[in-house]
């Protein structure tokens, strides 16, 4: 440590220590901001969790998990945890930075990775999840918004909210019960769990206990989307979705590379102990496939990665890549014959709230906000003749309806692409501020 910091091993790191700035990101009961520690100027992504909510809701257990993994963990491919503190209202977790942005951001922007891309970006997964499995920790919601690229785009898996470990020589234990593993509850009720929807494994489905076979199912969606900016398990309704998954229902497109396609079933299998990875030496396994040919897992960190770049779409649909991968990403919240016209994750205030959402704009056109994380329909902006967007600043903008404003803040492109998209559509329907 340097001589400015030794001031920092005779007391406990505090809230004044950093200089707040940009907020990166907000959630149902925590927020992410962009921190400077006042001793070395180094910048943090500092996540803020409500004390309030974490006794409301019974946390306690869970946030004292995500700390211990985080504690634990120290890998290149894992996000690193700096230092935690709190005050009265809030706890903070000062995590690495990481300024490239999450992976779905540019699965969202350019459609499918070219393959070299996919197969580095994999092996740099399964470099951290083989390191996480070591240890007994089992992620649970492995999914490319919880996979954030570095300044030079290596990747890191973040987000271990809802991490569990595995005790040595037992099944894993978890702070909570998941709902979904309750058996009180019926196939068609089991709508919340531990995880994301798309790439939920069959046995969190059906009650069984979650193993680090969960990771790797997710893996192998990952590497599906990869290649097809798609989801590989579909249905017209969540539950039908679910269906498709406890069935291993998937359907490869023509030029999905041969190896690849190998791979992915490999580690889709519906019985946990069967998936590529899993038992005694099952990395090294997973590792020898034919799809990492001319990877050297041991020197990833020292190369740099290849760009992600747009690739064309496998099928000969009119809609673009970007747009295939948001309608099915969103196919839940569409009408008949209904397409994103464009969608971001923005911050929604009312009042003393802030909230992350994303907001999508149809070309029916409709006007909708969900949340990303459960995945419900929050509210619907009306649209009409009468609306109108307001820039306020490069990133903060107001859509305008006669009987109410909503104060909103884009995440990604900033209020022009908003503005843009609007005014877009109202142009094209000859609407008129």
Partial sequence: MAEG??????????????????E?????????????????????????IQKSFVLREKKVKTVQMEKKVLNIMDHENIIKLF???????????????????????????????????????TAEIVNGLEYMHGLGIIHRDLKPENIIFTKDMHAKITDFGTAKMRQSGTT?????????????QSEQS?????GTAEYVSPEVLTSKPVTEGADLWALGCM????????????????????????????????????AARDLVVRLLKLEPEDRLGMGPDGYKYLKSHSFFEGINFSTLSQITPPSIVPKDSFTDNVLSNSQEIENDRWSLFLLKNENVFYSRLIIKRRRLTAKRRQLIVTDRPRL?????????LKGIIPWSAQLWVQKKSDRDFVVHTP??????????????????????????????K
């Fill in 190 to 194: 089991r709508q919340t769990f531990c």
């Fill in 83 to 121: 230092c935690t503190y709190q005050d009265k209202d809030n706890l903070y977790f000062a995590l690495e930075l990481a300024p490239g942005g999450e992976m779905f951001s540019y699965l969202s922007k350019y459609g499918p990775f070219t393959f070299e891309a996919a197969q580095f970006y």
């Fill in 172 to 184: 894993p234990t978890s702070p909570e019960e998941d709902e979904v593993n309750s058996p009180k």
């Fill in 368 to 376: 909708l906000y969900i949340d990303p994380d459960t995945m419900a």
């Fill in 403 to 432: 009987n109410r404003k909503y104060v909103l803040e884009s995440l990604d492109d900033g209020a022009d692409g908003w503005i843009n998209a609007i005014e877009t559509l109202q142009k094209r329907d000859g609407y008129t």
């Fill in 223 to 258: 590497i599906y989307q990869f290649f097809t900016g798609k989801y590989p398990f579909k249905g017209e309704s969540t539950y039908l979705m679910f269906q498709s998954i406890q069935k291993g229902e998937i359907d490869f497109p023509q030029h999905f590379p041969m």
């Fill in 5 to 22: 910091d030794k001031t920092y091993e005779k007391r406990a790191i505090c809230k004044d220590d950093f200089i707040f700035e940009d």
């Fill in 24 to 48: 990166l990101g907000a959630g149902a009961y925590s927020r992410v901001v962009l921190t400077t520690f006042r001793a070395t100027g180094k910048k943090y992504a500092t996540k803020i």
